[in-house]
C-alpha cells in the first residue's frame, strides 16, 4: 500500500506511518523532486542523478572516478573503465553539497587537498559541469565501455587522422607529441577544432547504436590524445579549468548539436539550463535546519524530507506532504 492520502506535517512535530520509514544514515541525502546528489561514506561515493543522467564517483584501485555513467533509460554504463579519472589525483577524502538552486545542485569533491572539485547536477538536462577550482589534476582520461565512433567538433578539417595514443591529436608546443607524431615541434592552432573558443569532444558506441558521451572542455587543453584501450577514449591535459560533461542517445548528431547547445549556454553564462533555450529565473532554496532526533533513526528536517517504503524512496517537499516518486539506489538502514 503507498499512502491513502496526504497529511500535513509541522516542524515541530512528527506524525510517523507504521509502513514507511523516514532515514537518513551516514549518508548525505540532498534532492528535489528532480534529482538527487547522494554522498555515502565507506568508502566515499558520490551519485549524482536526475532523470536524463546517473554517474556516480566510486574507487577505482587507487583513484576515485566516475564507475558509472548512464544515460536513463539504456542499460549501457557508459563508463567501462573510467570516466574522468587522474593517476596524480588519487582517492577523493571528502564531499559535500555547497549550493542548491531550484534548478542546479553542486557538491564539493575534495582529492586530500591536492584537487578540488565543483561539479553541479541540472535539471532535466543530461548534463555535469566539472569545474576544477584548485590544480593537482594534470591530465584527465575517459575510456569508455567499447565504444567506437569518434565526434570531434572540426574533425573533418583538421590536419591530422585520428591518430592513436601514444601519438597527439593536437598539441601545443610539447616535444615528447612531436616525436611521437614524428614532427617537428611546433605550436598547433586549434582553430579548426574550437566551437567558441571550446573543443566538443565525444563518442558513440556504433553506427546502429547511439548511445554516448561527450565533454565540452575549454581551449586552454594543450594535448588531446585518442586512446584505444579496448573501450576508445580521451586524454586531455589540463589544470585548473571547466569541462561540461554529458550523455546522449542519438549518436554523432546529438553529441555535436548538445555540445554547442552548451558550448552556446555557456558562453553566454550559464542563464537558464543547459541545451533547453531556458531562461528561468533562479531561487536559493531555503533550508530550516531543524534537527530531530526520533528513536532508532534521526531525521534532519529541512525544506526537504526523505520517506521510503519497500525499495521506494518518496519526497516531502515543504509543510504539506505532497508525494513525489523518485527510484533511487540509495542504501536503507
Aim: charged share 20%; hydrophobic share 35%.
Amino acid at each position: 500500500m503507498l499512502l491513502s492520502s496526504l497529511f500535513s506535517i509541522d516542524f515541530l512535530s512528527l506524525a510517523i506511518v507504521s509502513s514507511i520509514f523516514i532515514v537518513t544514515t551516514n549518508q548525505q541525502l540532498n534532492a528535489a523532486a528532480w534529482g538527487s546528489i547522494d554522498i555515502s561514506e565507506n568508502p566515499l561515493k558520490v551519485t549524482f542523478q536526475n532523470d536524463k543522467i546517473l554517474a556516480t564517483y566510486e574507487n577505482w584501485g587507487s583513484e576515485t572516478v566516475i564507475k558509472k555513467l548512464y544515460a536513463k533509460g539504456n542499460l549501457t554504463n557508459i563508463a567501462g573503465n573510467c570516466i574522468d579519472a587522474c593517476a596524480s589525483r588519487k582517492k577523493l577524502t571528502a564531499a559535500k553539497i555547497i549550493d542548491e538552486k531550484e534548478d542546479r545542485i553542486t557538491a564539493e569533491l575534495n582529492w586530500g587537498g591536492q584537487t578540488v572539485s565543483h561539479i553541479t547536477l541540472y535539471k532535466s538536462v543530461p548534463v555535469l559541469k566539472i569545474d576544477q577550482i584548485k590544480g593537482g589534476s594534470p591530465n584527465i582520461v575517459d575510456a569508455t565501455n567499447g565504444f567506437k565512433e569518434y565526434m570531434i567538433y572540426g574533425m573533418e578539417n583538421w590536419k591530422r587522422p585520428l591518430n592513436k595514443y601514444p601519438k597527439c591529436y593536437y598539441y601545443s608546443g610539447d616535444k615528447y607529441c612531436a616525436d611521437q607524431n614524428g614532427e617537428a615541434n611546433k605550436n598547433d592552432d586549434p582553430k579548426e577544432l574550437l566551437y567558441k573558443n571550446w573543443f566538443i569532444t565525444g563518442l558513440y558506441k556504433s553506427q546502429s547504436e547511439g548511445i554516448g558521451y561527450g565533454r565540452v572542455i575549454d581551449s586552454k587543453v594543450k594535448i588531446l590524445k585518442l586512446l584505444d584501450w579496448g573501450g576508445r577514449g580521451f586524454e586531455y591535459f589540463w589544470n585548473n579549468h571547466v569541462a561540461y560533461l554529458y550523455v546522449v542517445t542519438g549518436g554523432k548528431k546529438e553529441l555535436n548539436d548538445l555540445g554547442k547547445a552548451i558550448t552556446d549556454w555557456a558562453v553566454a553564462g550559464e542563464m537558464g539550463l543547459p541545451g533547453t533555450g531556458s531562461s528561468v529565473v533562479l531561487r536559493q532554496t531555503r533550508r530550516a535546519g531543524i534537527q530531530l532526533s526520533i528513536a532508532p533513526v534521526h531525521v534532519a528536517i529541512s525544506d526537504q524530507i526523505h520517506l521510503w517504503q519497500g525499495d521506494q524512496r518518496y519526497l516531502a517537499s515543504g509543510k504539506k506532504l505532497d508525494i513525489v516518486f523518485n527510484r533511487t539506489s540509495e542504501t536503507k538502514q
